[in-house]
């Protein structure tokens, strides 16, 4: 049973470029969230896809989008991208179905901007 | 406004003794508590959580209790294992949030378990 994926695992983009990162769901589950993880801190909630709507979001600039397709995978796409957003982006998906919907993550996706 | 807390950025203990990981929060509206453990270039794993019906839940090396009136949960881990070297997030979430279920997560605690 494949756990959560993300893709790629690595990425450099120099300031004001655009990146799109991508996220495949553990079998079963139909919630994808997305965190920001600064060097030394905890993850910080960027927003959360079920049923291919944004139904929660964190204190994220517009910049700051996503998509959810029909097989629950998802995208999180950054425009115009600052120094500040270089930071490992973690994918992580639960059931609506499971009490109290525990999250599980992927490997994350480590940006670098130059 | 730091809802979720670990004031312990770093933790030492000896291979079999017992770790204790802390987190504290401020939002009452919190009812669902987790923790993570990460290693470097990893996702965080999830290792055990606990409700706030509840003030105790155990899962083989791993409990976590639960203190409501003080805001306050920790993590024991017995016996600590050189395999548990690795940062511990205490994260928490919120029923009432029903569009979802976003995470809330402290600043981590970094654990070494020395041989």
């Known amino acids: 049973d494949a756990g959560v994926t993300q893709s790629p695992t690595h990425l450099i983009k120099t300031r004001g470029q655009q990146v799109t990162l991508r996220c495949s769901p553990k079998?079963?589950?139909?919630?994808v969230s997305w965190y920001q993880q600064a060097l030394g801190q905890g993850p910080q909630f960027i927003f959360q896809?079920?049923?291919?709507?944004?139904?929660q979001r964190g204190n994220f600039p517009d910049r700051f989008s996503g998509h959810q397709f029909p097989n629950y995978s998802s995208e999180l796409n950054v425009n115009a991208l600052l120094l500040g957003d270089s930071a490992l982006y973690l994918c992580a998906s639960s059931s609506r179905r499971d009490y109290q919907e525990t999250q599980y993550f992927g490997p994350g996706t480590r940006l670098l901007v130059l | 406004d730091q809802q979720v807390k670990q004031n312990s950025p770093s933790l030492s203990v000896q291979e079999g003794r017992i770790s204790i990981l802390n987190c504290d929060y401020t939002?009452?509206?919190?009812?669902?508590f987790l923790w993570y453990k990460k290693y470097p270039a990893e996702g965080p794993t999830f290792l055990i959580s606990?409700?706030?019906?509840?003030d105790k839940n155990e899962d083989g090396r791993f409990t976590v209790f639960l203190n409501k009136s003080a805001k306050h949960l920790s993590l024991h881990i017995v016996p600590s294992q050189p395999g548990d070297s690795a940062v511990y997030f205490c994260a928490a979430s919120a029923a009432f949030e029903a569009a979802g279920n976003k995470l809330t997560f402290g600043g981590g605690t970094r654990v070494l378990v020395k041989p």
């Open positions: 939002n009452s509206m919190f009812d669902y």
């Open positions: 606990i409700s706030s019906i509840k």
């Open positions: 896809y079920y049923e291919e709507e944004e139904r």
């Open positions: 079998s079963g589950h139909d919630t």
